[in-house]
């Protein structure tokens, strides 16, 4: 079943109403606060309208006048108080009660009121993937590597609000000068797929293949920038280092260069897809399950471990799983001169099927240089679509999942918690600092260096 015109807020409250219509309670508040119907019947499609939903979400874009294909989320929907958002995520409680019931205008006044009286004294970085009402206080917006750059290269803010996610806040306090503090908004803005892979989970597995192979010695272990402080340490530790979307290749080939075989965690489409791009053949890229019990060798078999040139930990994230081969050919078919461009974290025939794939900054840069008139369908984070939509005017740009859900966990950076630790900056108060502890710090950053390190 298809639904067009949701609205992708996490999906905590849905029920089957009698008429089959699955609606969700948070969702429907937030639509009536935002003049729109709830979702009902007639914005679900049918099986045959399913096949091509394109038509029926230009006919329901069409009703509420809104020019592009793209889940609502984006286009406009308003800043709700936080109390009124909190019913359907999981957000970091102890926030001052004050806090709670503030409204959009305040919130905005009161973020640019602090940010003007501490001047200098803060910088705010912001990823593409953050809502507008964050976005427009960044200091400085980019990709996870262009933001961990940023933290390496420029010492002069005592303070850096980190408008991201936890990995990547703990990645800027790892490389920024010794007096500077790194505050994530909401302590909760997390990754799922960071957690795919816990840090006992990758030891036990490094073990095992230790035990597998004699020796580690020919192994670099190769993390994605999304994975915890301990992990990016873990690599430091064992000649490995980390990489980002914008320069995994490069990582790669300079992991190969040390060593005959990589571990890669905790994204297997990011290595998959990068491993392919090397020319490395799929069937020497296995996949390491860490939900097998220890001592199983991740469900490998001997011959596939013995062959094997990557090994990919089991890891996804669950935003970019869900574009799909036929969801480009429905594109394709509906608009025959579409260019798709995808994250490579999509799925290995996903990423073949589109015409190009990077990084968030990447896929920004694809649409602002594309020419005038172009179509471009866009397999990423939902926020970040619908900013460009915004800024590329002369060009269609949609979500290649008409009912694509945002990042819920960047989403969870509310300005509530912003105008919070912004006030608290002006009264001298610290909160949700992100301190990676020394122990894990001095490793971690080496294998942060190794990756700034490759030109
Ligand atoms: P980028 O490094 O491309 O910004 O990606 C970060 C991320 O979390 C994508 O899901
Ligand atoms: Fe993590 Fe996926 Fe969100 Fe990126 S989009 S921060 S990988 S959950």
Same mark, same amino acid.
């Given at each position: 079943?298809?639904?067009?015109?949701?609205?992708?807020?996490?999906?905590?409250?849905?029920?089957?109403?009698?008429?089959?219509?699955?609606?969700?309670?948070?969702?429907?508040?937030?639509?009536?606060?935002?003049?729109?119907?709830?979702?009902?019947?007639?914005?679900?499609?049918?099986?045959?309208?399913?096949?091509?939903?394109?038509?029926?979400?230009?006919?329901?874009?069409?009703?509420?006048?809104?020019?592009?294909?793209?889940?609502?989320?984006?286009?406009?929907?308003?800043?709700?108080?936080?109390?009124?958002?909190?019913?359907?995520?999981?957000?970091?409680?102890?926030?001052?009660?004050?806090?709670?019931?503030?409204?959009?205008?305040?919130?905005?006044?009161?973020?640019?009121?602090?940010?003007?009286?501490?001047?200098?004294?803060?910088?705010?970085?912001?990823?593409?993937?953050?809502?507008?009402?964050?976005?427009?206080?960044?200091?400085?917006?980019?990709?996870?590597?262009?933001?961990?750059?940023?933290?390496?290269?420029?010492?002069?803010?005592?303070?850096?609000?980190?408008?991201?996610?936890?990995?990547?806040?703990?990645?800027?306090?790892?490389?920024?000068?010794?007096?500077?503090?790194?505050?994530?908004?909401?302590?909760?803005?997390?990754?799922?797929?960071?957690?795919?892979?816990?840090?006992?989970?990758?030891?036990?597995?490094?073990?095992?293949?230790?035990?597998?192979? *004699? !020796? /580690?010695?020919? $192994?670099?272990?190769?993390?994605?920038?999304?994975? @915890?402080? =301990?992990?990016?340490?873990?690599?430091? &530790?064992?000649?490995?280092?980390?990489?980002?979307?914008?320069?995994?290749?490069?990582?790669?080939?300079?992991?190969?260069?040390?060593?005959?075989?990589?571990?890669?965690?905790?994204?297997?489409?990011?290595?998959?897809?990068?491993?392919?791009?090397?020319?490395?053949?799929?069937?020497?890229?296995?996949?390491?399950?860490?939900?097998?019990?220890?001592?199983?060798?991740?469900?490998?078999?001997?011959?596939?471990?013995?062959?094997?040139?990557?090994?990919?930990?089991?890891?996804?994230?669950?935003?970019?799983?869900?574009?799909?081969?036929?969801?480009?050919?429905?594109?394709?078919?509906?608009?025959?001169?579409?260019?798709?461009?995808?994250?490579?974290?999509?799925?290995?025939?996903?990423?073949?099927?589109?015409?190009?794939? *990077? !990084? /968030?900054?990447? $896929?920004?840069?694809?649409?602002?240089?594309?020419? @005038?008139? =172009?179509?471009?369908?866009?397999?990423? &984070?939902?926020?970040?679509?619908?900013?460009?939509?915004?800024?590329?005017?002369?060009?269609?740009?949609?979500?290649?999942?008409?009912?694509?859900?945002?990042?819920?966990?960047?989403?969870?950076?509310?300005?509530?918690?912003?105008?919070?630790?912004?006030?608290?900056?002006?009264?001298?108060?610290?909160?949700?600092?992100?301190?990676?502890?020394?122990?894990?710090?001095?490793?971690?950053?080496?294998?942060?260096?190794?990756?700034?390190?490759?030109?």
């Amino acid at each position: 079943m298809v639904y067009a015109k949701a609205l992708c807020v996490p999906d905590t409250q849905s029920v089957d109403a009698p008429d089959g219509t699955r609606l969700t309670a948070a969702r429907d508040r937030i639509r009536r606060r935002n003049g729109l119907p709830p979702m009902t019947t007639n914005t679900r499609l049918n099986e045959k309208q399913a096949a091509n939903p394109y038509v029926e979400v230009d006919k329901i874009l069409a009703e509420f006048n809104t020019p592009q294909i793209q889940c609502e989320t984006d286009s406009g929907i308003a800043t709700i108080p936080l109390a009124e958002e909190v019913s359907f995520g999981s957000w970091q409680p102890e926030i001052p009660e004050e806090y709670w019931a503030l409204e959009a205008d305040e919130l905005e006044q009161r973020i640019r009121s602090a940010r003007a009286r501490l001047g200098e004294q803060v910088v705010i970085l912001g990823h593409h993937y953050q809502r507008e009402d964050i976005v427009q206080f960044a200091d400085e917006r980019g990709d996870s590597f262009a933001l961990a750059q940023y933290a390496a290269e420029r010492g002069e803010s005592p303070y850096i609000v980190f408008c991201g996610v936890h990995f990547m806040a703990e990645a800027a306090d790892i490389l920024a000068a010794p007096h500077q503090q790194v505050i994530l908004p909401n302590i909760e803005a997390g990754c799922s797929m960071a957690d795919m892979a816990a840090a006992p989970d990758v030891y036990s597995a490094w073990r095992e293949l230790e035990e597998f192979f *004699g !020796s /580690t010695d020919d $192994i670099i272990p190769v993390t994605y920038m999304n994975s @915890a402080a =301990s992990l990016k340490a873990f690599c430091g &530790e064992h000649g490995g280092v980390v990489c980002t979307s914008s320069n995994a290749v490069k990582v790669l080939e300079w992991a190969f260069e040390q060593g005959k075989r990589v571990f890669f965690f905790p994204d297997q489409h990011l290595g998959r897809n990068t491993g392919h791009a090397m020319g490395i053949p799929l069937d020497e890229m296995v996949l390491w399950n860490w939900r097998r019990p220890a001592g199983s060798l991740g469900g490998l078999a001997p011959d596939q471990l013995e062959g094997s040139r990557i090994i990919l930990w089991q890891g996804h994230c669950s935003v970019h799983q869900r574009f799909s081969l036929k969801q480009i050919e429905q594109a394709r078919q509906h608009f025959p001169d579409v260019q798709i461009v995808v994250h490579p974290e999509c799925r290995f025939e996903v990423v073949q099927a589109a015409d190009a794939n *990077g !990084s /968030t900054a990447f $896929i920004a840069r694809y649409v602002a240089e594309a020419p @005038a008139g =172009s179509v471009i369908g866009v397999g990423t &984070e939902i926020n970040l679509v619908s900013r460009l939509a915004k800024e590329n005017p002369d060009k269609t740009v949609f979500c290649l999942d008409p009912v694509v859900c945002p990042c819920s966990t960047m989403y969870r950076v509310h300005p509530a918690y912003l105008a919070w630790v912004m006030e608290s900056l002006e009264r001298g108060e610290v909160v949700n600092r992100i301190e990676v502890p020394e122990a894990i710090k001095a490793n971690a950053k080496i294998a942060l260096e190794r990756m700034l390190a490759l030109k």
